[in-house]
């Protein structure tokens, strides 16, 4: 503790001697410079552990003289201030001493304060160095790996195969003895071979180029050659004309009609095709004829870019119009249905001649949005027929082809796709057009080659010419059937309105000479008056009642007794036969309904009718049917029992020869006629 | 040709049928020569029908098959499901049988006779249902030489002498040996062709109506015309603007029903008298006698069924416009297919399955 109290007193003691000593020392500063560098140089030379020592043993020197004075001065003696006096210059030589100490521990500090910084520097200076030298190997390292990942050009070339190229490259260019062992020479000596033979195929391609320039050259030269002799040509046809015609062979006009035939529409162009080919081959009597603007018809496959110009002009007419035009939409859906049933320009005639010399004049055309065909007949005789009124509808355009194949009514679209365009301009059916457009019949798109799926719609149908072939021969022929039972039937109905049916000598032998019976009327009716009458339910229920069908009311009479039939004359005549219902008016009415031998003489007419077809192709049966009907009107009325009661003669005598009255248990009468002997009997 | 076969059918009467011995299948014959094999529709759950009180004053004599009134099955599902089927409304098999109408068919325990145009021929109903079947046999009672072939409108068996007897166009009877196919004998006696036969069972006697007028009582025993009733000279049921035909006939063995040109009339036999006359205007075709009942059939769509006493218990509506002949099911084999069938100038063979009603049509 002491010695550290005295430690703590010593600064004090050097500051405030300091203050002194530095007035000393700028007093002599020479001298104090010396002693400075001196005792600098001791230090060096002094070693710290003794200094260490001598401080140890100094001090404890002062603290033996500070405890004598003070054991001095508590004895207190006259010697003792001589004692105390030697003892206090002992004690500042120690204190001397002291200072020195401190002196030189100080300097040692400073020097080793100097020592450390100085290394300190140093290692920066090498941390700095091997920075530098870190980042230089990074470099290199970078610099390196660039040098791996170099690709050489000539890697992407092509080159021909290793053994190739020793084969067919000369040895200058292959060394092979220094190329061998090398890879290095070897590629470069394949890539001078690349480039010797590439050299060699540009040379090639350019003496290609040169013989192609020349070729075109002289094809070019031809071409004006023949293009100048195309009005050579033509001058040399036109001057053979004459001569065509002087020798009455029309090439040229066939010709014409073949170049027209062009710009039919695919289903016209292969009926006329097939029309055509039918007739040369199996039908003289059929011609074929092309009809209508070639003009139009060859507008209609430029392309429309006036009119697209147009379109958008109109447009923006119409977008400033319509606020005006707004009431006149009807006019629009108007436009547009006629749009829709819109024809092409050109159409093909057939003109099918009959053997009497009528003829039977078909026009096809072809409906360009609703992609069907459709066709218009007309009749015409030779002489000129006097029109009975029942025979209004027979030659009618309208009907005179109806069911030329059974259920062919030709007043539906046969085109399933067509009612959804109609759905969408409001055409209910195309019925209400047929009269204008003329008639869908199945036939005749068939004729053209279209064929249509049930029950499917579909968009794409293509003419197809070996549809029309197969169905040409049967159509020219029912033509040809139906046009002839027509103009038979219109000759018979003539007759039937004066009473008189026209028996042919060949069918006299169906009936008996004497018929008393007459027919007194021969009027048309209407489908609805036809359904309405009592007597004709079963046929109506039968389904045999179609509105396709014409009908008729004759009217048959002997005496009192007044026989109605009604006849349903199908279109299909003569091959479908017309039937007869019949209504009696003779004691009572009597019907099929309450009547067995009514029914029995409707089924002779209507289901014993093939005897009664006389000479082929059948057309008579009508006229048969009614004779027939006479005579079993007569045969009814001759044989009913007479009825003993009633007094007076029989109305109708029995006449006929019949062999027995009644037979089998409905009694039936004796209706059928035998020829020859001339006498009636059962069937 | 479909409106050829549309007029075929509308012009088609059905002349005959006949029963199978099996009780499943019916027979039918057309005015073309055709005969059609129906199925029946099995009616699967027989329900008995109140048959009505017996009419007062025991007009009716103890019979040997009218014990107890017979269940008359019907079923209204059954009805309904077989009109759900139409297929089983048409023929299984339909063959022509004769160049003429096919006016006659009556059944053995094995055999379907068939007649029309002058001959009888017998079909197995064995084979009857498959392809091509030809008849077993045909023969043609000896006939006077004419320019016509006298038609067979009626066929009668008599299962204990095993004969035949048929009537027709030659206004004889004709007695067929169903063993040898011989004609043992022929009855002479109407002037005009017979319409139709009944057989009196117990004094094996045969009854034939005819064109004449008259229905005459043959006995078979001697083959001696025994009795002639001539209705038309009946004042009660003469109708002389009809005609005098006789064109139904059925007995009894006490009593006889017959109609057509005159009025149909119930006569006790003994002593030839008309007991009732039944009203009813149009002429009768087809007459049979039911339990206690009379079913009468003819001109006009209905099936009638009369009490004895003269009463109209029901009419009945088919669907065609004159019926010519009706037929019960009365096979013991089949006893489920118990049902009435009429037929006449339609394709259609009626079928009720409850005398109350028409359930359904078979069709050609």
């Given at each position: ?16 001697d ?97 020592q ?25 390292q ?14 992407e070339?092509?080159?021909?195969s ?16 220094v ?53 050579r ?115 093909v005639?057939?003109?099918?001649k009959c ?49 030329l ?10 085109n ?52 029309s ?10 033509l ?28 006299h032998?169906?009936?008996?000479a004497?018929?008393?019976?007459r ?41 009192t ?56 192709p059948?057309?008579?049966?009508l ?49 059928k006629?035998?020829?020859?002997q ?6 | ?13 059905i ?8 009780g ?23 329900l ?56 006659s ?30 008849e ?24 204990k002498?095993?004969?035949?007897i ?12 169903l ?95 008309p ?76 079928v ?12 050609f």
């Amino acid at each position: 503790m002491s010695s550290e109290s005295s430690k703590k007193r010593k600064p004090k003691v050097i500051r405030s001697d300091g203050a002194p000593a530095e007035g000393k020392r700028t007093r002599s500063d020479t001298e104090q410079e010396g002693k400075y560098y001196s005792e600098e140089a001791e230090v060096d030379l002094r070693d710290p552990g003794r200094d260490y020592e001598l401080y140890k043993y100094t001090c404890q020197e002062l603290q033996r003289l500070m405890a004598e004075i003070q054991d001095l001065k508590s004895r207190g003696g006259k010697d003792a201030a001589v004692e105390i006096e030697d003892r206090r210059i002992q004690s500042c030589v120690h204190f001397m001493t002291l200072k020195k100490l401190n002196r030189l521990a100080h300097i040692r500090l400073k020097k080793g304060r100097d020592q450390t910084h100085e290394a300190k520097q140093k290692v920066d200076a090498y941390h700095l160095q091997l920075q530098n030298l870190l980042y230089e190997v990074m470099h290199l390292q970078k610099e390196i790996t660039k040098c791996l990942e170099f690709k050489s050009k000539h890697e992407e070339i092509d080159l021909v195969s290793l053994e190739e190229f020793y084969k067919e490259a000369p040895p200058d260019i292959s060394k092979a003895e220094v190329t061998m062992g090398d890879p290095h020479q070897q590629t470069l000596a394949r890539l001078d071979w690349e480039l010797e033979q590439r050299k060699r195929l540009a040379e090639k391609y350019r003496e290609c180029l040169s013989n192609k320039e020349k070729i075109l050259k002289e094809i070019e030269v031809k071409k004006e050659y023949l293009s100048s002799l195309q009005p050579r040509l033509n001058s040399i046809m036109q001057a053979s004309l004459p001569v065509q015609e002087y020798l009455f062979m029309p090439f040229d006009q066939a010709h014409k009609q073949y170049e027209t035939a062009r710009h039919l529409p695919p289903p016209l162009y292969v009926l006329f095709v097939q029309a055509t080919a039918y007739g040369q081959a199996c039908d003289k009597t059929l011609s074929v004829a092309i009809e209508g603007s070639v003009d139009e018809a060859k507008a209609l496959f430029k392309p429309p870019e006036d009119s697209q110009d147009d379109e958008s002009d109109s447009d923006a007419e119409e977008e400033q119009t319509t606020k005006r035009r707004r009431p006149t939409l009807g006019v629009q859906l108007d436009d547009k249905r006629k749009e829709m049933l819109k024809r092409h320009p050109l159409s093909v005639l057939l003109d099918l001649k009959c053997k009497d010399g009528s003829v039977l004049h078909l026009t096809f055309h072809y409906l360009m949005n609703l992609n069907i065909m459709t066709v218009k007949a007309k009749v015409t005789t030779t002489t000129e027929l006097i029109t009975p009124i029942s025979a209004g509808d027979l030659l009618s355009p309208d009907s005179v082809l109806s069911c030329l194949y059974p259920g062919d009514h030709g007043k539906k679209t046969p085109n399933p796709a067509n009612q959804y365009q109609f759905d969408k301009v409001g055409i209910l059916t195309l019925r209400d057009y047929v009269l204008d457009l003329g008639h869908p019949y199945l036939w005749v798109q068939k004729l053209g080659g279209l064929h249509f799926p049930k029950e499917q719609p579909q968009h794409t149908v293509i003419a197809d010419h070996s549809l029309s072939a197969s169905h040409m021969e049967t159509t020219m022929k029912l033509l040809k059937t139906r046009v002839q039972s027509r103009l038979a039937l219109h000759k018979q109905f003539a007759s039937l309105e004066h009473g008189i049916v026209p028996v042919t000598s060949d069918c006299h032998h169906l009936f008996p000479a004497k018929v008393v019976s007459r027919l007194v009327k021969w009027v048309t009716i209407t489908h609805e008056d036809y359904t309405e009458l009592h007597f004709t339910k079963d046929i109506v229920e039968a389904g045999l009642a179609e509105d396709t069908n014409l009908y008729y009311m004759a009217l048959v009479e002997r005496g009192t007794a007044k026989l109605q039939a009604a006849v349903v004359l199908n279109p299909g005549y003569s091959s479908i036969p017309p039937i007869f219902q019949l209504c009696l008016n003779w004691k009572g009415e009597k019907t099929n309904n309450n009547d067995d031998n009514i029914r029995a003489m409707e089924s002779e007419v209507n289901v014993c009718y093939k005897e009664l077809c006389g000479p082929r192709p059948g057309h008579q049966l009508l006229t048969n049917q009614l004779q027939r009907l006479c005579v079993l009107l007569d045969v009814y009325l001759e044989t009913e029992s007479h009825d003993d009661s009633v007094e007076g003669p029989k109305e109708f005598p029995q006449e006929k020869m019949c062999l027995r009255l009644f037979r089998g248990p409905s009694r039936m009468k004796p209706f059928k006629y035998n020829h020859p002997q001339g006498f009636f009997s059962h069937r | 040709m479909e409106v050829f076969q549309a007029l075929q059918r509308l012009h088609m009467t059905i002349f005959s049928q006949s029963v199978s011995p099996c009780g499943k299948f019916l027979a039918a014959g057309n005015n073309y020569g055709q005969i059609a094999i129906f199925r029946y529709p099995c009616p699967c759950s027989p329900l008995s029908m109140s048959s009505g009180a017996w009419p007062s004053g025991g007009l009716m004599p103890p019979s040997s098959d009218t014990q107890a009134p017979l269940p008359f099955p019907f079923s209204l599902s059954a009805a309904l499901s077989s009109e759900a089927k139409e297929e089983s409304k048409k023929p299984m098999v339909t063959f022509q049988a004769h160049d003429g109408p096919v006016y006659s068919m009556v059944s053995t325990d094995r055999h379907l006779l068939s007649a029309g145009d002058g001959e009888v021929k017998a079909w197995l109903w064995a084979e009857i249902l498959k392809k091509g079947c030809k008849e077993l046999w045909r023969r043609q009672p000896p006939y006077r030489t004419s320019l016509e072939v006298p038609e067979i409108n009626a066929l009668l068996l008599m299962p204990k002498e095993n004969l035949l007897i048929l009537g027709g166009g030659d206004c004889q009877l004709h007695a067929m040996d169903l063993e040898t196919g011989t004609f043992m004998w022929a009855l002479r006696g109407h002037t005009d062709y017979i319409h139709c036969l009944a057989l009196r069972e117990r004094s094996p006697e045969v009854l034939s109506g005819g064109e004449d007028g008259a229905v005459r009582l043959w006995d078979l025993r001697t083959a001696k015309e025994v009795q002639t009733i001539e209705v038309y000279k009946h004042e009660e049921c003469s109708r002389p603007h009809n005609g005098r035909w006789i064109g139904c006939l059925a007995t009894d063995s006490d009593w006889m029903v017959c109609g057509g040109g005159p009025a149909l009339t119930l006569w006790h036999l003994r002593s030839s008298t008309p007991t009732t006359v039944f009203p009813m205007r149009a002429p009768q075709k087809h007459v049979t006698f039911y339990q206690d009942l009379i079913l009468s059939a003819g001109q006009g769509r209905c099936v009638n069924q009369w009490q004895l006493s003269g009463e109209l218990k029901a009419q009945v509506p088919g669907s065609s416009p004159g019926l010519l002949s009706l037929s019960l099911n009365q096979q013991p084999a089949a006893p489920e297919c118990k049902v009435l069938t009429a037929a006449g100038n339609s394709c259609r063979v009626d079928v009720f399955t409850n005398l109350g009603y028409r359930a359904f049509s078979l069709s050609f």
